[in-house]
């Protein structure tokens, strides 16, 4: 089969202005980038208040091994699907990193023949998004550093500044830095950088519900503590006008299409094990308005990317999905019965009826909010017959839907019996949350932990202090748990579905922001490394300018 970049190399994207037609944007609220990309004037859904929203669906997955479920290729795949059968469709993801793209995870386009155009377009610059992030959030910290120096008129203590700087690329060497030495440069202080889409202000991006939202979310970050110990804002340095500047045309949704011509509405990324994992509010609404059936995803297994999709996204943006797809493959599961990485393509049912319980496992917690859950198994070439037929067979034993998907080799084509069955499951309801904001954190964590992971909990000291202290904050906001995604516990090797496990809470930080609080889990990393063969080894540029080795 042709490498994926191939593949898009032959199919030609239609002119931008065309894919817009489909969904009925005007043109005064259309601006191309180039021919095949444009962004879409967040204006546009202030007309359409009025409008009915079309239905969501959320694609989630087991939790992801080190082959990838294809969770983003099912995603585009159910998209075009849905086309086929007539339906009136958007898509709604996230836009890829630099950081995964160079490294070793590669970029978020899908796979196959289940792709978004323009793909190296997307998975390098794009629309700049990440750029203007990254300049935001960095301004932000030259502003932290530069009113120290002139004096410190906020008392800001240098020892408990809370935004670190960030880049858009894997760089272990940032995890730990010194910043300002010498006489000249500043005040001298330990500092670190994270990943951009790790960032406080990724999260506000895609939380906010229009411009002077995010305006008014900037303003409300906490930068770090005052000398007496009191909270600082980034209004306190009056930096939120000029971050907002920066972020003006980074709030409007990016507008793309798949192979098969579907639109795409493709805004946001953050880190689904730090953040919630989802694409942008504004992006998701705009394209519930605009199509009758809208699909989008979330980050990693169902644990972290859909319950914070449900806990957060949905809670503060008040939407509900339809329906939910869960997807997974047999290697996934045989995996998670514990065999071995190099066996995983050989036929096992014993380990395939091991590995049923990590579906269970979120099958669990994702009944906890509805019952309109369809498995997708994702068909690999090396599959055989009998064993996707017994996984479907226990899937349907359960009770739930259960359908095959050959989209990365067939396109949409080759999901048109899971679409099917998708429409035949999405029925409009209420949101079901776990907890009230309201509840004290601690009780929250616990019953995340309980219903969600499956586990008892532990805290540190540490954490048991800085639950205290955000109490006397007054946040009555949603958590956010930050751990592996490789296991519902904190542990990246305890697959399946462990139960009786303990996790251990490290860590909890507020994002007055982004309004929830991050609960730390395991070793979380906000700044990845690359590996010891980075994808960036085989990317490459021809004399005709033709880009090579992207995937």
Same mark, same amino acid.
């Given at each position: 089969m042709l490498s994926d970049i191939e593949i898009a190399r032959q199919h030609k994207p239609k002119k931008i202005r065309e894919i817009a037609d489909h969904l009925h944007i005007p043109e005064e609220f259309l601006e191309p980038y180039g021919q095949d990309v444009a962004k879409?004037?967040?204006?546009?859904?202030?007309?359409?208040?009025?409008?009915?929203?079309?239905?969501?669906?959320?694609?989630?997955?087991?939790n992801p091994t080190p082959f990838g479920e294809g969770k983003t290729t099912m995603t585009i795949g159910i998209i075009d699907a849905l086309k086929k059968l007539g339906y009136n469709v958007c898509g709604a993801l996230r836009e890829p990193s630099?950081?995964?793209?160079? &490294?070793?995870?590669? /970029?978020?386009?899908?796979? +196959?023949?289940?792709?978004?155009?323009? %793909?190296?377009? @997307?998975?390098?610059?794009?629309?700049?998004?990440?750029?203007?992030?990254? !300049?935001?959030?960095?301004?932000?910290?030259?502003?932290?550093?530069?009113?120290? %120096?002139? +004096?410190?008129?906020?008392?800001?203590?240098?020892?408990?500044?809370?935004?670190?700087?960030?880049?858009?690329?894997?760089?272990?060497?940032?995890?730990? @830095?010194?910043? &300002?030495? &010498?006489?000249?440069? /500043?005040?001298?202080?330990?500092?670190?950088?994270?990943?951009?889409?790790?960032?406080?202000?990724?999260?506000?991006?895609?939380?906010?519900?229009?411009?002077m939202d995010l305006k008014r979310r900037i303003s409300h970050m906490m930068i770090a503590y005052n000398m007496k110990g009191e909270p600082l804002y980034v209004k306190d340095l009056h930096a939120e006008g000029a971050m907002t500047v920066l972020l003006k045309e980074a709030m409007n949704p990016n507008l793309v299409q798949t192979l098969e011509h579907t639109p795409v509405l493709m805004h946001g990324g953050p880190f689904a094990n730090i953040a919630h994992g989802c694409n942008s509010v504004v992006a998701t609404k705009l394209a519930l308005k605009l199509a009758d059936v809208v699909v989008t995803e979330a980050g990693f297994g169902a644990d972290l990317g859909a319950f914070k999709f449900l806990d957060i996204k949905c809670r503060k943006a008040s939407l509900s999905?339809?329906?939910?797809?869960?997807?997974?493959?047999?290697?996934?599961?045989?995996?998670?019965? +514990?065999?071995l990485k190099e066996d995983v393509l050989k036929p096992n049912k014993e380990a395939l009826m091991r590995g049923l319980s990590n579906i269970d496992a979120h099958l669990d917690a994702l009944t906890l909010y509805t019952k309109n859950i369809i498995v997708c198994i994702n068909h690999f070439i090396h599959d055989t017959e009998e064993e996707i037929q017994y996984v479907k067979s226990e899937i349907e034993k359960r009770g739930f839907a259960c359908e095959v998907s050959t989209s990365f080799e067939e396109g949409g084509e080759?999901?048109?019996?899971?679409?099917?069955? @998708?429409?035949?499951?999405?029925?409009?309801?209420?949101?079901?949350?776990?907890?009230?904001?309201?509840?004290?954190?601690?009780?929250k964590i616990r019953t995340v932990v309980k219903e969600i992971l499956h586990s008892e909990v532990a805290?540190?000291?540490?954490?048991?202090?800085?639950?205290?202290?955000?109490?006397?904050? !007054?946040?009555?906001?949603?958590?956010?748990?930050?751990?592996?995604?490789? !296991?519902?516990?904190?542990?990246?090797?305890?697959?399946?579905?462990?139960?009786g496990e303990t996790v251990t809470v490290k860590h909890v930080k507020v994002q007055t922001g982004a309004e929830f609080i991050v609960v730390y889990m395991g070793n979380i990393m906000t700044m990845p490394g690359l590996p010891k063969k980075p994808n960036l080894l085989s990317i490459d540029l021809d004399e005709e300018g033709t880009i090579g080795g992207l995937f």
């Open positions: 879409v004037d967040l204006r546009l859904l202030e007309t359409l208040k009025e409008k009915k929203n079309g239905h969501l669906i959320l694609v989630t997955s087991t630099l950081g995964p793209v160079f &490294g070793m995870k590669g /970029g978020a386009t899908g796979g +196959g023949y289940s792709q978004v155009l323009p %793909m190296e377009k @997307i998975n390098l610059h794009f629309t700049g998004d990440m750029h203007a992030l990254t !300049s935001a959030n960095n301004l932000l910290c030259a502003a932290i550093d530069n009113h120290i %120096m002139q +004096g410190n008129e906020l008392a800001i203590d240098p020892t408990r500044i809370l935004i670190p700087r960030c880049l858009d690329m894997n760089d272990r060497s940032l995890r730990d @830095i010194v910043i &300002g030495r &010498g006489e000249k440069n /500043g005040v001298e202080r330990q500092d670190h950088f994270v990943i951009t889409v790790a960032t406080e202000l990724m999260a506000i991006l895609c939380l906010s519900e229009n411009l999905p339809d329906a939910i797809v869960l997807n997974t493959t047999l290697r996934s599961l045989k995996y998670n019965g +514990g065999v080759g999901a048109i019996h899971l679409a099917k069955k @998708i429409m035949e499951n999405c029925h409009q309801q209420a949101l079901f949350t776990l907890y009230k904001v309201e509840d004290k954190l601690e009780d805290f540190t000291k540490e954490a048991l202090e800085e639950i205290q202290m955000i109490e006397t904050l !007054s946040c009555n906001y949603p958590i956010c748990i930050a751990k592996t995604p490789y !296991s519902i516990t904190d542990q990246a090797k305890k697959l399946s579905y462990p139960k």
